[in-house]
């Protein structure tokens, strides 16, 4: 039994659409832990370091969320944290095939169990992707994504 889960992701950056789900997440279980994937081999736009900080000041106000880096698998990181939940947002039936398949993995290798929760409505549409291509088109992402996010996307022109 888990009164904890986890949160994964490369948060690249935090979206509004994430914070949803931290915020759903954490009224749900009595422990949250925003896990940020750290892959060497991946390029991100933003540094580990970076995403990290807007994930944390992002979830500042919650008692009950913790941000940690993780590298690897997940399933490993679970199981240093003793927590068998992880916990995931679905935005559209697209998001599933995949979803459903790492789930399924997860359960296979790890005995993770992934709790999925759909997307509110208004954030549906929202990625990270879409999110660095209107603000590099020069769009404004101020709804999608935080001030401090939105600032770090316009410095990054
Ligand atoms: O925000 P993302 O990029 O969609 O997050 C994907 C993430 C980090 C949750 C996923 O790639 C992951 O869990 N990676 C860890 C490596 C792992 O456990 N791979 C096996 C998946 S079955």
Redesign the pocket.
């Known amino acids: 039994m888990s009164r904890a889960a986890v949160c ?5 950056p935090v979206t509004r659409g994430h914070i949803d789900v931290f915020t759903r997440a954490a009224a749900v279980f009595e422990h949250v832990v925003v896990a940020v ?1 750290d ?1 060497p081999a991946k390029t991100y736009t933003f540094s580990h370091d970076e995403r990290m900080t807007f994930v944390r000041d992002a979830t500042a106000t919650f008692d009950n969320v913790t941000v940690a880096s ?1 590298s ?4 490993t990181f679970c199981q240093e944290q003793g927590i068998t939940t992880v916990i995931k947002g679905l935005r559209a039936g697209a998001d599933f095939a995949y979803e459903q ?2 789930a399924q ?2 359960a296979a ?1 790890g005995g993770v169990e992934t709790v999925f929760l759909p997307a509110t409505p208004i954030h549906s549409f929202v990625s ?1 992707t879409f999110v660095k291509q209107i603000a590099h088109g020069g769009g404004d992402v101020g709804m999608f994504v935080t001030d401090d996010v939105k600032r770090a996307l316009e410095q990054l022109g």
């Open positions: 994964p992701g490369s948060f690249d994937m892959n993780f690897g698998l997940l399933v398949q790492m993995m997860n290798v990270s």
